[in-house]
């Protein structure tokens, strides 16, 4: 009897048997419909046997093979496996992340429509910097290459990509380019329709409708699209004839996995680029300090774009203003309220950033100090004004503002702190005639909102944007020369150790949305800290010393990138109960340290930073060591051990290169 292993969809680390009917044509990589207990389930075949460890009378057959899908070619089947032994995933959620989500009810798919848009003009000329950038990324365009471009804002990097892109599509190859933002796909689309005219593109992330995705990926598998754009989750598109990968803002935190598979699609792009033998590119203006590092050691080509393309376009000029002046209004200080005046009367336009939504942070009573939090979350609810709620923003729980203060009876309620819509009417306030728009996750939620709200811009319909790190990356508006940066300190108070490498990232990010174009920017950054090192670097661009700093740190300290990380998580009804799961763990932990000579350190339990979520407390174990190889001889037999000895009532996870401790 012929016997399938079957990788299902199941928080289960094992393959399933089944036995194969006669007449199907089942081979590896198979996508096949079977039975687990009530359910009809979707798996992949990954192995057929003659032998089974199951009794045969246990054994049910495969109902079907899924003919609307193909096969899983022999490199995905590979990166399942990959993704499962070195993050400590599900082998089946792991072969899942592979494959579209599939319609209820069966239908006839519509190939998508390959538009030739009418021929936009030329961009310019690479200059001498993209040009041997370009070259450094075809320098070894048949085989596993892996290159930082690390180019400051507005260097250029998208059109180095584009240019690649142009000459792989011509020899008859596939291009796979990973973004981190939904929204920016369709800024992509459009620059894609001017640099890649006539390209067959597939798009794939997750706001696409089921049938959407599907048809996208299916362009994919079948090699009809030449480039495929996508989020994280496209790194598992089939591609036959795959010749290059590209993630751009390769330090993006939105590339980790938070949940469910926990993978980094940057890294999963590297290891699938080795398996194809196909270049990879990394591009970024502050590259991860993992990815800097290996670029200083010289693991991957190090290709620099120092300067702007547009030869008009120069860094805007950063200055560090009092963010507690006597003078300030609303959070605004009399430096920034006068920079942004003069924009408004040169018809130009301003970038105010605070990384914040809603009205205020929290609700303060002014006489007894109750302060409004979560019931279920260790947090304090956050005033959406406009709403008329306070809303939690990690369990989504939501109520009316109160009229009078619940433990005293007092009506003077005070909003604490500053968000994006407390901003934005200050601003309305201080400028009645200024067109003032505020982009953040809740002004964006309806679809096609945002691409609404960027063609407002582009079309100098906007005086003041008020937004968070949506608008930090990738946008690109000639009129737009200062940007305002409010709440930046708060970064320099986190117990992460990646807290000032993000920080500084982000800022520099959203400063390169001033002066991109022939009118100079200026950068106002409101500090109480103006000689900490993060502004410091800020105010000279220069990222490779803040790096080079940040980098001597770690070594010093023993974290990334000089050591290796995995985070047990736990959460549960009962503290005593997550607290005692973890202490056993830390407990087993150390004994199979001891006992192999494991060259591994297991931390004691400690509450996570946000201690309860949505009802649950939570808690955490970290493991650290100083060799990759050695942290992962540690992880699968700890892991076998946690799994045969977690009580019901407590969930947990491992999260391999962590990159927070949330």
Sequence with gaps: MAIVRVALPVAV????????????????????RARLGRRRVLGVAVDLVQDSE????????????????????????????????YYQQPIGQCFAQMLPPLMKRRRILAEPEWRDAPAPAPGPPLNADQRAALAGVLAESTRFAPSLLQGVTGSGKTEVYFSAAERVIA?????????????????????????????????????????????HWLAAARG???????????????????????????????????????????????????????????????????????????????????????????????????????????????????AIAERIARGEQTLLFINRRGFAPSLLCAACGWKAQCPRCAARLVLHRSAGALRCHHCAHAERVPESCPDCGNQDLVPQGFGTQRLERALSELHPAARVLRIDRDSTQHKGAFATMRTAIAAGEVDILVGTQMLAKGHDFPRLTLVGVLGADNALYSADFRATERLFGLLEQVAGRAGRAALPGEV???????????????????????????????????????????????????????????????????????????????????????????????????????????????????????????????????????????
Excluded at 55 to 84: G, K, M, Q, W, Y
Excluded at 259 to 287: F, K
Excluded at 621 to 630: F, K, M
Aim: net charge neutral; glycine share 6%.
């Design 224 to 338: 009809d699209a030449q480039l495929v754009v996508g989020t994280r989750l496209a790194v598992f598109a089939p591609l036959p004839r795959l010749g290059l990968i590209v993630v751009d803002e390769e330090h993006d935190a939105s590339f980790k996995q938070q949940d469910g598979v926990r993978y980094h699609a940057r890294d999963v792009a590297i290891y699938r680029a080795r398996l194809r033998a196909v270049p990879v590119v990394l591009g970024s203006a502050t590259p991860a300090l993992e990815t800097y590092a290996a670029a200083r050691r010289g693991r991957y080509r190090w290709l620099k774009l120092p300067h702007r393309a547009n030869a008009q376009a120069s860094m805007p000029a950063v200055r560090l203003v009092p963010n507690r002046s006597p003078d300030t209004r609303e959070g605004l200080g009399s430096t920034l309220r006068d």
């Design 524 to 662: 106002m950054v409101q500090t109480d800290f103006p000689d900490h090192p993060v502004y410091a670097a800020l105010v000279d661009h220069d990222y490779d010393r803040f790096a080079q700093s940040l980098l001597s740190e770690r070594e010093l300290l023993g974290l990334p990138p000089y050591a290796h990380l995995a985070l047990l998580s736990a959460e549960g009804p009962s503290r005593a109960a997550v607290d005692a799961f973890l202490g056993h763990a830390v407990e087993e932990g150390r004994s199979l340290v001891a006992a192999r000579a494991l060259r591994c350190e297991v931390y004691p339990p400690v509450a996570a930073t946000i201690a309860r979520r949505a009802g649950l407390e939570r808690g955490q174990v970290l493991v650290q060591s100083a060799a990759r190889a050695a942290l992962h001889d540690f992880l699968p037999p700890w892991r076998a051990e946690l799994e045969r000895s977690s009580p019901r009532r407590v969930r947990w996870s491992l999260d391999v290169d962590p990159l927070g401790f949330a």
């Design 171 to 215: 020899e008859g190859r596939q291009v796979l380019l990973l973004v981190p933002e939904i929204n920016l796909t369709p800024q992509l689309q459009l620059r894609i329709a001017t640099a890649l005219q006539g390209a067959r593109v597939a798009i794939l992330h997750s706001a696409l409708s089921t049938s959407e995705r599907l048809e």
């Design 13 to 32: 680390d094992r393959l399933f048997d089944y036995w194969l009917p006669a007449g199907l044509d089942v081979r590896s990589g198979s996508v096949l």
């Design 54 to 85: 199951i009794a045969p009378e246990r054994l049910t057959p495969i109902d079907e093979v899924a003919t609307e899908l193909p096969p899983l070619p022999a490199d995905l089947c590979a990166l399942a496996r990959f993704v499962s032994e």
